[in-house]
């Protein structure tokens, strides 16, 4: 009994670290361009696409690649902010919900049309290795990934508190009027910060093609588990953004052991929901909540 | 007699085009082009449906497929288990899902923009799941085919042409419903609320129950959908009843044609329907996902470079080369041009001055954490009054004008208006109700409606038919001077002429009492004195004015008493030259070198 619900708990816990992984650039891009990127989960299908040719075709392992992927998901992130965001980002709600909305049928169709709806999944020879600690058994890609995931948060923590961009991006998060009185390239900072959002969802692709199938709609299915996480945990927050990621994989890992795993989405989008509703703010706060009718 | 042409034209335009669509299946043998009529008005009929709530009260759902949903296995389920008509089934279905509709919406409804979109998402895919593993009801993922029995009373038919003749009739009566809802108070009501749920409030609009009637409207044209698909198609399934791109698809025709208007989701189906059936018919299965993919490169271009629609060029191409088919909107004075129009108001009778305490508050009290921004703060207004408030930034004003214009809930003390305690109804809009006006200190003008439709919010309050509240607007436009404009957009006008439009739409809600925050803020000299000039011609037609401003010299020429605020207590009240002559406010507020003069 006890031995089931601790490995339920780490099967939980590996799993909310994937999660907040990839919700940490959501969390990102919101609170610094203050825009739903509804798009972030097809840029993840992306990443994981990505992770898959090279890997089938020239044969270079998913954590190689992701040291490709990153860089060029952040480079196609701040292009995608050029093209996409910036002329919408004094536009009322429908144009920045309905744009983003629209890119990310663009790409999933697009997907679709390129690489046809079938599943398709990698075998590496980790894939399915496990750490058998004390008759626990733990998945060794999702503890990388879950150490990835802790290793981002301090990284870009520190980043935000300790590099002129990050603080830049931090003043702009709170603030953009004053940020740019200041002197603070908002644009630049917007660019930048989109770009960091999507290049974590290349970085989060390259992690999870191990353990994960990639489907032209993986990204539907994740970003919407990308949205639950952000908002339980506070829009904007990356602390937030951990802690929903591993709340999530909790309730995910229990319920699905104890109702029924087909229920799994529908659980935690009542979840969602409900903290939407009684807790908008979720756990941690919100950046620029009043900004945003929350408060 | 110009006007009248117009109006023939434009109904024998409409009788033409009805008349073709009625014969039309009765000539074409090709079942593909009777099917693709079939498909736009199903379309249509959907677009106009999301419409209600998307568009006019601008709640951007991305969840329909939730009524539609329900629309269609409820009829079915009805129909295969226990042989009920679809016909009666459909009506269930609607309820059912209008029933839904209002548990969603009552928590839903607390959350704005991406947030309430999100949350309709997310609630789509609850109920694809739910459909999905509720298999002893729904047979989960197989689906349920309806057994081919042809009929009247089955909703089946083996001729295209009789769908055909039910979607059409019911496309028409949504058109019937969205062009009641455009022309009436409720539609005016949702409007306002989709432009600022705040300044809507101030016009005595319930918000919460406005956007809830919208939701049920919606759901239930919605859920008709549903069933006329299920019985079209003959067979259900939940990731197709359920399908998010379907959810997409009721808002991007909309939003395509001209979001919140009558004719937008019309034009945006019969663009975007021919387009995906074409590309479907002739590329068959081969390039799956190909229209999806066109969609949403489309909605991005929409949203971004065209977020009124196609409507809108449309529109401003037809008024250049056809006019009279295309009106321009109230191009001709109204008529009866009266001169002196506000002395003509029908409704505003001077109603004397200084014949009693209008307004009383007393001991006001409001808290924000640990610090008081207005303490014990007491005074009277007269009838027929002109009371000045003044008092340094930061002094409570603003909040004591949310306090007693019901914004805020007061932590103490009460307000007593018309000899009733308006202060514990805790409800802007009945307060508005009771005869209440104010504008905004940050002024609120509803930005995407022109500046009659601006003042049409507030008179309909009070009017209850369209024409009605036309007339009053433009009355009220007359008398503060944006007549001129009445047909430019709220958020293209001047500061000036901003405060006006406020003022204006404060005052057709017909207020007993008007409060003004700092109406005359960044005005210049001479748009001052005009505000000057328009105030005291509003409160020499009896109504009360309690008014906040910082420029002296307008707030000492107008005011027949002032009370002064600061740090939230009051420290004097009296006639203008009391008040400046009194040392304790000079001090804390005029400076030391302030003279009257």
């Given at each position: 009994m006890l031995e089931t619900i601790l490995q339920l708990a780490i099967n939980g816990l590996t799993l909310g670290g994937i999660y907040a992984l990839i919700a940490i650039g959501l969390t990102l891009i919101f609170g610094v361009v203050r825009i739903i990127n509804f798009a972030q989960g097809e840029f993840l299908m992306i990443g994981m696409f990505a992770t898959f040719w090279i890997f089938s075709l020239l044969k270079i392992d998913p954590y190689i690649a992701l040291f490709i992927f990153t860089p060029l998901l952040f480079l196609l992130g701040m292009g995608t902010e050029r093209l996409i965001i910036k002329p919408i980002l004094n536009a009322p709600p429908i144009a920045q919900i309905f744009s983003t909305f629209g890119l990310s049928i663009v790409l999933q169709n697009g997907a679709l049309m390129f690489w046809k709806s079938d599943y398709r999944s990698l075998e590496t020879a980790y894939s399915n290795a496990v750490i058998n600690w004390a008759g626990l058994m733990i998945n060794v890609p999702r503890l990388v990934a879950f150490l990835v995931a802790v290793g981002i948060v301090i990284l870009l923590y520190l980043f935000l508190q300790k590099t002129y961009l990050g603080k830049a991006m931090n003043a702009v998060a709170q603030d953009r009027d004053a940020a740019q009185l200041m002197g603070v390239d908002i644009n630049k900072i917007y660019m930048v910060a989109f770009g960091v959002g999507i290049g974590l969802e290349g970085l989060a692709g390259a992690l999870i093609m191990p353990i994960y199938a990639t489907y032209p709609t993986v990204g539907f299915t994740f970003g919407l588990i990308a949205f639950v996480v952000v908002v339980l945990g506070g829009l904007g927050n990356m602390i937030g953004a951990f802690l929903g990621g591993l709340i999530i994989g909790l309730v995910e890992s229990f319920s699905g052991f104890y109702i029924s795993p087909e229920l799994n989405t529908a659980i935690y989008f009542l979840i969602f929901v409900l903290v939407l509703i009684i807790r908008p703010s979720g756990l941690m706060g919100i950046v620029g909540a009043e900004e945003m009718g929350l408060k | 007699m110009k006007k009248g042409n117009g109006a023939g034209l434009r109904w024998g335009v409409l009788l033409v085009l009805a008349g073709i669509l009625l014969v039309y299946p009765l000539v074409e043998r090709n079942a593909f082009y009777i099917h693709l009529l079939v498909m736009i008005f199903f379309y249509i009929f959907l677009g106009l449906g999301w419409n209600v709530v998307g568009g006019f009260a601008g709640q951007l759902s991305l969840g329909h497929t939730v009524f539609y949903g329900i629309g269609a296995y409820t009829s079915t389920l009805l129909f295969i288990n226990l042989g009920v008509s679809p016909w009666l089934g459909m009506f269930v279905g609607g309820i059912l899902a209008t029933l839904t509709s209002v548990v969603i919406g009552v928590p839903c409804f607390r959350l704005h923009g991406p947030f309430f979109a999100m949350s309709t998402l997310a609630l789509g895919e609850v109920f694809r799941i739910l459909a999905t593993y509720w298999r002893d009801l729904t047979q989960g993922a197989m689906g349920i085919s309806i057994p081919v029995k042809f009929g009247w009373r089955n909703f089946i038919f083996e001729e295209k042409a009789v769908y055909y003749y039910v979607i059409l009739a019911f496309t028409v009566v949504a058109l019937g419903v969205s062009y009641w809802i455009h022309r009436s108070r409720f539609g005016s009501n949702l409007v306002a609320l989709r432009e600022d749920e705040e300044a809507a409030e101030s016009l005595g609009i319930n918000v919460p129950r406005n956007k809830l009637w919208a939701i049920m409207i919606s759901a239930f044209l919605t859920a008709l959908g549903g069933t006329f698909s299920a019985q079209y198609v003959l067979f259900i399934d939940p990731d197709a009843e359920f399908s998010v791109g379907l959810s997409l698809l009721m808002a991007i025709l909309p939003i395509l044609g001209g979001v919140g208007t009558v004719w937008g989701p019309v034009i945006g189906a019969a663009v975007l329907v021919p387009l995906q059936e074409g590309l479907r018919a002739w590329l068959g299965s081969s390039l799956h996902g190909l229209h999806l993919f066109i969609y949403g490169g489309l909605l991005i271009l929409?949203?971004?470079?065209?977020?009124?629609?196609?409507?809108?060029?449309?529109?401003?191409?037809?008024?250049?080369?056809?006019?009279?088919?295309?009106?321009?909107?109230?191009?001709?004075?109204?008529?009866?041009?009266?001169?002196?129009?506000?002395?003509?108001?029908?409704?505003?009778?001077?109603?004397?001055?200084?014949?009693?305490?209008?307004?009383?508050?007393?001991?006001?009290?409001?808290?924000?954490?640990?610090?008081?921004?207005?303490?014990?703060?007491?005074?009277?207004?007269?009838?027929?009054?002109?009371?000045?408030?003044?008092?340094?930034?930061?002094?409570?004003?603003?909040?004591?004008?949310?306090?007693?214009?019901?914004?805020?809930?007061?932590?103490?003390?009460?307000?007593?208006?018309?000899?009733?305690?308006?202060?514990?109804?805790h409800s802007a809009y009945l307060i508005c109700r009771r005869g209440m006006g104010r504008t905004f200190q940050l002024v609120k003008p509803f930005p995407s409606i022109s500046v009659l439709e601006n003042v049409m919010t507030g008179?309909?309050?009070?009017?209850?038919?369209?024409?009605?509240?036309?007339?009053?607007?433009?009355?009220?436009?007359?008398?503060?001077?944006?007549?001129?404009?009445?047909?430019?957009?709220?958020?293209?006008?001047?500061?000036?002429?901003?405060?006006?439009?406020?003022?204006?739409?404060?005052?057709?809600?017909?207020?007993?009492?008007?409060?003004?925050?700092?109406?005359?803020?960044?005005?210049?000299?001479?748009?001052?004195?005009?505000?000057?000039?328009?105030?005291?011609?509003?409160?020499?037609?009896?109504?009360?004015?309690?008014?906040?401003?910082?420029?002296?010299?307008?707030?000492?020429?107008?005011?027949?008493?002032?009370?002064?605020?600061?740090?939230?207590?009051?420290?004097?009240?009296?006639?203008?030259?009391?008040?400046?002559?009194?040392?304790?406010?000079?001090?804390?507020?005029?400076?030391?070198?302030?003279?009257?003069?």
């Open positions: - | 929409v949203v971004t470079f065209l977020p009124r629609g196609i409507l809108e060029w449309i529109q401003a191409w037809g008024r250049k080369a056809i006019p009279s088919l295309f009106p321009t909107p109230l191009l001709e004075k109204p008529a009866v041009p009266r001169s002196n129009h506000f002395m003509a108001w029908s409704w505003l009778t001077p109603k004397g001055t200084g014949d009693g305490t209008l307004m009383e508050v007393k001991d006001l009290h409001k808290n924000f954490g640990g610090l008081a921004a207005i303490r014990q703060v007491s005074f009277q207004i007269q009838r027929g009054e002109i009371l000045g408030l003044i008092g340094p930034n930061g002094a409570g004003k603003t909040t004591l004008f949310n306090v007693i214009s019901g914004f805020y809930r007061p932590d103490g003390g009460k307000v007593i208006y018309h000899g009733e305690m308006i202060s514990s109804l008179a309909f309050l009070r009017a209850k038919a369209h024409a009605a509240a036309q007339e009053d607007g433009l009355e009220i436009l007359e008398l503060v001077g944006l007549y001129g404009i009445r047909n430019t957009l709220g958020k293209s006008l001047t500061i000036s002429d901003r405060k006006r439009l406020e003022l204006a739409r404060a005052l057709a809600t017909r207020p007993d009492l008007l409060l003004l925050d700092e109406i005359m803020a960044g005005l210049n000299p001479k748009e001052t004195a005009e505000a000057i000039n328009l105030i005291r011609k509003i409160r020499d037609h009896g109504i009360t004015i309690l008014i906040i401003e910082h420029v002296m010299q307008a707030v000492m020429s107008l005011s027949d008493r002032i009370v002064i605020l600061h740090h939230g207590e009051k420290i004097g009240e009296g006639t203008p030259r009391e008040v400046a002559a009194d040392e304790k406010v000079i001090k804390a507020y005029l400076g030391e070198e302030y003279v009257l003069t």
